[in-house]
Structures are given as C-alpha cells and as structure tokens.
C-alpha cells in the first residue's frame, strides 16, 4: 500500500541544512537574514515534522545530533545543486544572444532578408550565426537554436516546421537564351548541370520525378549551394533550386524556372531548440519570430505579437 504523500517542509530543510553547516543557530540565522529565534524555530518544526531530534539544545549552545550530521550532510548538496539551477537559469533568461545553426544559404536567402525586422522589434536582442555544415547535436555545442533541414527528429532537441522543402530547376535568363528563351526535357543533354556538394542527388531525384533521363555526374560542382545559386545567376547553367530559398531572384526575374516541374522532396526547414536546458527569454522571442515569419503560429507567446 501506498504511503500517503506529505509536503516536505522546504524552509524547514533549508534553515536546518544551513544550520548544519554552520553549526551554529547564531552563524546561520546570521548568513539567512534572519533571528536566530527565528532558525530555531524552523528547525523544531522540521524535527516535529521528521519525528527526529536533530539538534540538542543545551544553555549556551546547540549540538547536531548524529542523526541530524548525518542528514545534514546528506541534504546540503542538494540545496547548493537547487541553488546553482536557479542561478543558471536566471543568467540564461537575462543573455541577450541567441547563438544560432544555420545553412549559409539558409542564411544568406531567407534569414538575412528579414532579420532587420527582428532587430527592430528586438534591439536588445543579438542573433550570432553558426554556419558548419555537421550534423546537429546540441550536447556537443553551445547552441541555443538551428535552423536545420530534415524530418524534425534531433536528439535532445523540439523542433517546429517552418516550411515543406519544394524544389524545381532554375536558371538565369541570359542561359535561357542560348536555347532561344525557352527549354524542352529534351534540352537537357546539352545543358550544364551545376550541383552542390552537400544535395549531390537532387539532380537525379529531380529527373526521376520529372521523367527524364540525365548522367547525373556530368556538369559543374560547388563547395555549397551558396555559390551554386551565384553561378546560376551569373549564367553558368541550371541547378536545382530551392524555392521557398529563392522567392526574390524568382519575383525579380533574376532566374526563372524554364520547365516548371516543382517537386516536394519530402524533407521541411525546422527551428530547433535544446530540451537539455531552459530557452531563455531572447531565445523564445527569436523562435517564435521565426515561426511568425513563415506563417506558423508562435510556440512560446500565443495571442501576442514576437
């Protein structure tokens, strides 16, 4: 049978777990701010509440018994660990910067462009930009969020979907126009594939939704997709694009998609953030900012502007 549950007595414990240390009522009630009356009463309500006598009380001085050293000593650590999480966790809630993982394309094509709304909203606010391209692992860096694409399942990690990753092949229109301002499937063969090192496969997964068929080794590589999309403008070739990545050179005509087959790779953007601690304040603003700007409601503030 269960025993009945029984509200432990915490100012009780940390008058007493003070008191050990010290060993002394005088000592103690010194360091807390308070009476030494006000002590010895504390911990007779805990010897009350324990049916234990921890401290023997004589007329100049008070003595801890060994039962009350033994669970002095037992007790004491837990109270400095309870002390220094909430000292973490208060210096967490006052830092005002968010340390973020991000893509460098990510970065340069979607986060930079709206990132001075942020400010503005925030100016106390500092976002510093991580840009390796590794795997996430939030125990082996000092992130507070990422900006990651994948299924949304990283260890240690919530995460919220920003967008589905929608991709389709683009060019630049000074390219387009050595097929005459427009291209056929069948134009394929003769065009430059440029790849990126890090979406390898996106040509041949491309082709294989598209129907055709491509030597997905031929064409041009680049280190990341940063510098395969400024090849691409300055009319290198074709690559496959990731849309939601290039709404601006898209809307302004800077490239153009001259097959237009779209294909949902099934694959999202997500922000992420670490379960192993707390997000701080300027950490919940920033997420939720993010969700906000991609058309999702916020995690952290629901009804209030980020």
């Known amino acids: 049978m269960d025993r009945p549950y029984r509200a432990l007595p915490l100012n009780p414990l940390r008058a007493f777990a003070i008191a050990s240390r010290h060993r002394t009522f005088t000592d103690a009630a010194r360091h807390m701010g308070v009476s030494q009356v006000a002590i010895s009463r504390q911990i007779a ?34 109270f400095d660990q309870l002390e220094s999480a909430a000292a973490r966790m208060l210096a967490e ?43 996430l692992d939030f125990r082996g860096a000092h ?7 994948g299924d949304g399942a990283w260890r240690d990690a919530r995460a919220r979907k920003l967008f589905d990753e929608v991709v389709d092949v683009v060019c630049a229109p000074a390219y387009l126009a050595r097929f005459g301002g427009a291209m056929t499937l069948d134009d394929l063969p003769r065009a430059e594939l440029l790849h990126s090192r890090y979406r ?9 939704e598209a129907g055709v068929e491509i030597d997905p080794h031929a064409g041009t590589e680049f280190d990341t997709s940063l510098l395969t999309y400024s090849a691409c403008r300055q009319g290198f070739g074709l690559a496959v694009g990731q849309l939601d990545l290039l709404t601006e050179e898209l809307a302004s005509g800077a490239l153009v998609r001259p097959f237009d087959r779209p294909w949902r790779t099934g694959a999202a953007f997500w922000v992420a953030w670490p379960t192993i601690t707390s997000a701080g304040a300027a950490t919940r603003r920033f997420v939720d900012w993010l969700l906000e700007s991609a058309g999702q409601p916020p995690e952290f503030f629901p009804g209030r502007q980020a």
């Not at 309500?45 to 037992?74: P, Q, S």
């Open 200 to 208: 390898r496969r996106e040509w041949a997964t491309w082709a294989r």
């Open 143 to 149: 992130l507070d969020a990422a900006l990651q694409l």
């Open 93 to 135: 809630e006052g830092r005002d910067t968010v340390d973020l993982r991000i893509y460098p394309t990510f970065a340069h094509h979607w986060l930079l462009p709206r990132l001075q709304g942020f400010a503005q909203a925030h100016p106390e606010v500092r976002i510093r930009l991580d840009t390796k391209v590794e795997p």
């Open 45 to 78: 309500i805990l010897e009350n509440w324990l049916g234990v006598k921890l401290f023997e009380r004589g007329a100049r001085a008070v003595r801890l018994t060994e039962a009350g050293r033994a669970f002095g000593h037992e007790i004491a650590g837990l």
